[in-house]
Structures are given as C-alpha cells and as structure tokens.
C-alpha cells in the first residue's frame, strides 16, 4: 500500500481550537505534527483516521524555554530545532547525541519532540533520552491540564496515557547542577533506527559521588530505566569497574528479539557495551560541570 485511506483534513489555530476539533470529531481523528511516523502509517492502512487535524500552526507549542530549575520545551519543537539549541547543548547533550542520529535532516526538520513521544515506537531514541532525563509530560485536554512521569505517559509499544481528545503541549526537563548525559547508537546505516541505543545521565554530589544515575536502553524491550544497575552505581564515585558491572546489568534487563536489525546475542552484547561507553561519558561530562 502506497496511498492512505481517504480522510477529511481540518487545520487547528490554537491549542484551544484543536481540542475542540478532537471533541467534535472523536475517536476517528488524529492530530498530525511532523507527519514522519502518522503518513507513513496511513500510507501502510495501519491507521486509517477519518479526520486528520494539522497542529503545525500551534505556534504557541513551538518554543525552549528556561524557567528556573526547569527547561521546558513545547511539544511542536522539531528536532533541527532541539539539535541547534546551544541552551540543550549545555545543559543536556544527550539530546544533542541523539538528535545527530535520528533519521536525516529532511526528516528532523518537520518531525517534532510531541510527535516522537505519542508515537512511542519502542526505537524510538527521543522517549529513552525523556527517561533517563527525568522528564515530565504536560497533556492538556477537555478536563484541564495534567503532568505525568514519563514512566506514566508510556503505557508499552505505541500507547501512550494520551486520550483521544488530548494533546502533548510540553515536555519538562529538570535541571540539576553537575550533571552529564550520554546518548550513542548502534545503527544499520547512517539516519537507520537503532539496532540498539543506551542513554545515560549522571548527577555529581558535592563530594564526588554519583548523587543521581538514570541508564536507558532503546529498542531491547526496556520500559522504564535500568534500576537494577542505577542502584549499584548511586553513591558509589564513577569508576570503570563499577561501569563494567552496570553494563552487565543492562545487558541482563534488557529483552531484546531477533529480527533483521540482529540476533538477540548481538543486541545484549550493544546493551552492554553502550551501557559502559555512556555511563563514562556522561561522568566525564558531570565532572566537567562541577568545574566549570
Ligand atoms: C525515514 C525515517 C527515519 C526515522 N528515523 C528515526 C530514528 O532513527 N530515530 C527516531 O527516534 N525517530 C526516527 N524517525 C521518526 C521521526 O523522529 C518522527 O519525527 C517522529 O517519530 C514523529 O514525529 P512527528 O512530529 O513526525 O509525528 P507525527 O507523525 O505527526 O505523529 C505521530 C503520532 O503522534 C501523534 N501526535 C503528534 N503530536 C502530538 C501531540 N502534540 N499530542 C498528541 N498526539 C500527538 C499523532 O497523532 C500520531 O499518532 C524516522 C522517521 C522517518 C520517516
């Protein structure tokens, strides 16, 4: 299948606007942001909206902003954007990893943060870079606004705590004071979902000792972070031994399955390995802060 189903199209002026078209025209309509993971799947009939309703005019939801211990970022921010932000740069460059590896430019020009976060492909690299940042998601819909952990907003592979007349307006990422991040990726070919990807983020105590540790893994059947290994790694100071270990942990949480990106051993062996590699450099990145 190369062509979608027929639908109706209806464009939205405001955030108000689209709630109210998601109202009127129920369960059967879909917002569309960047269009890069909804067209493709209309195109294959694995959706078949009736309405498709064009948020790109939110320009309200388009927009990094500071605010306090909080960076809060609106959910139609698209990735050229997030990669070319010096303030994510600085404070997060785990974003900035992972954003250099998500598909080509042509497509991180139109595809949006909200976009990746709803469509919750478990390959997805932008939802395990929300994890191990600890970030928060703002849903706003016909009851209000509400803001939930991301281990609450994902629910498993393409579902999400998003009702059908909600939207995503933000995503909230807390700042913490000598804190690195890490993000690499095992792809097939340059621009390629991962095979595997790890995310790491640590926060340094006054006294050198890892305050904070959140260690994610992408497309290996992870839901959450890696707990079994951030208990090992929080208060303990960052050494190579203890990284060792924590990617054998990764390894052994992870659950991933054989298909055309590898066989299953090869996949626990990414897990590993990236595990150990961003956990090093986001240390190195924390202590940097702490200096600088
Ligand atoms: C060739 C190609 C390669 C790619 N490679 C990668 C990759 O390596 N890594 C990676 O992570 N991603 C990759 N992507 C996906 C890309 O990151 C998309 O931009 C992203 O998945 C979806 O964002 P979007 O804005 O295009 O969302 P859309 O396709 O517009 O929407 C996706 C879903 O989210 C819903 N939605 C969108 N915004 C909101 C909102 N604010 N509130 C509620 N629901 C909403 C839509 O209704 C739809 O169900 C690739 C895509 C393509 C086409």
């Not at 951030?230 to 991933?256: C, N, T, V, Y």
Request: hydrophobic share 45%; aromatic share 4%; with cysteine.
């Amino acid at each position: 299948m190369q062509i979608p189903a027929s639908f109706d199209y209806v464009r939205a002026s405001t955030v108000d606007d689209a709630l109210a078209l998601l109202d009127r025209h129920g369960p059967e309509s879909r917002v569309v942001a960047g269009g890069h993971s909804l067209l493709p799947m209309m195109k294959l009939r694995l959706a078949r909206p009736e309405w498709l309703i064009d948020i790109n005019e939110l320009y309200e939801l388009d927009y990094v902003l500071r605010d306090g211990n909080t960076l809060r970022v609106g959910a139609m921010t698209r990735h050229a954007t997030l990669l070319a932000s010096p303030e994510i740069f600085r404070l997060f460059p785990i974003v900035a990893d992972a954003e250099r590896v998500i598909a080509d430019p042509t497509v991180r020009n139109r595809g949006t943060i909200g976009g990746s976060l709803c469509q919750a492909d478990p390959a997805e690299d932008l939802s395990t870079v929300c994890k191990v940042l600890r970030a928060e998601a703002v849903i706003r819909g016909p009851g209000g606004e509400r803001v939930l952990s991301m281990d609450d907003f994902h629910r498993g592979a393409y579902e999400t705590a998003v009702a059908h007349n909600e939207l995503l307006c933000e995503v909230r990422f807390p700042i913490r004071p000598r804190s690195g991040s890490a993000y690499e990726k095992v792809e097939r070919r340059v621009g390629d979902w991962a095979v595997v990807a790890a995310g790491a983020a640590i926060s340094l105590a006054a006294d050198g000792t890892m305050d904070d540790v959140a260690i994610g893994l992408t497309a290996v059947g992870v839901a959450g972070t890696v707990t079994e290994a951030e208990d090992l790694l929080r208060g303990r100071h960052p050494q190579e031994d203890l990284f060792l270990e924590a990617g054998r942990l990764a390894a052994l949480a992870s659950k991933p399955i054989a298909d055309q990106r590898g066989p299953i051993d090869y996949k626990r062996h990414l897990a590993d390995e990236l595990t150990r590699r961003v956990l090093r450099r986001a240390a190195a990145r924390a202590a940097e802060a702490q200096e600088g």
